[in-house]
């Protein structure tokens, strides 16, 4: 069975502190992970894109990890903002590059 | 070059009724793949498509759900005799190789 799973399901956090989100996944075979932001009722922003022969990806204050081995990846987000509020997915990229996605990490950064 | 369009946003059918769903990809991405989200889930893929070709329909319900891309024009997400289940957001992905990108999604209400 291809699981993603995400922890924590939520997390509220004062605006200006570092912040890891985690994400894991059972099939090592794993063809890319990406990190997308859901806004409520919208559609979704991507992230941050890694291949499977990557270990990490950075934008601003993002980074992203991934570890094949463990089956797990995670999303730093340095000095948090109250912008940042929004639902965070991660999806592994499988077979055809269909991607199995979690089911999120709500973030409410507190001004 | 402009983002994925999904159209109709919104979208009520009532019972029995047939839903159309369209998707444009983005200019040169020649992969597109739909996605449900249900309500308080998480999004599951459906069904991946390049041009005149359904590649991967493992998502699909086995009934009343039909996926096509044709050579010209935008891709058709179909549900026929829809029932209150299929309320739901749906997703459209398109992809040059690897990173997907989302379009905004169509949200359709079944009453």
């Known amino acids: 069975k291809q699981e993603v799973t995400q922890i924590p399901a939520a997390l509220s956090v004062p605006e200006g502190e570092n912040l890891v989100l985690n994400c894991s996944f059972t099939?090592?075979?794993?063809?890319?992970l990406q990190w997308f932001r859901q806004d409520p009722g919208k559609g979704l922003t991507s992230l941050l894109l890694i291949q499977s022969s990557q270990r990490e990806q950075t934008s601003g204050r993002l980074n992203a990890s991934l570890d094949k081995s463990s089956g797990r990846s995670t999303l730093y987000i340095a000095a948090s903002q109250p912008g940042d509020s929004a639902t965070y997915l991660c999806a592994r990229g499988g077979n055809f590059n269909k991607f199995y996605f979690g089911s999120g990490t709500k973030l409410n950064v507190k001004p | 070059n402009a983002g994925v369009m999904q159209n109709p946003r919104h979208l009520v059918r009532r019972r029995g009724q047939e839903a159309r769903l369209r998707c444009s990809p983005m200019k040169g991405h020649s992969h597109v793949y739909w996605y449900r989200q249900l309500p308080e889930e998480g999004l599951k893929f459906m069904v991946y498509?390049?041009?005149?070709?359904?590649?991967?329909e493992s998502g699909m319900p086995k009934e009343r759900f039909s996926a096509e891309f044709p050579k010209e024009g935008p891709s058709i997400l179909r549900i026929q005799q829809v029932v209150r289940g299929d309320s739901a957001a749906y997703f459209c992905?398109?992809?040059?190789?690897?990173?997907?990108?989302f379009g905004p999604g169509t949200r359709l209400t079944v009453l």
């Open positions: 498509l390049q041009k005149e070709n359904i590649i991967d």
């Open positions: 099939d090592s075979a794993i063809y890319n």
């Open positions: 992905a398109s992809s040059p190789v690897d990173e997907q990108f």
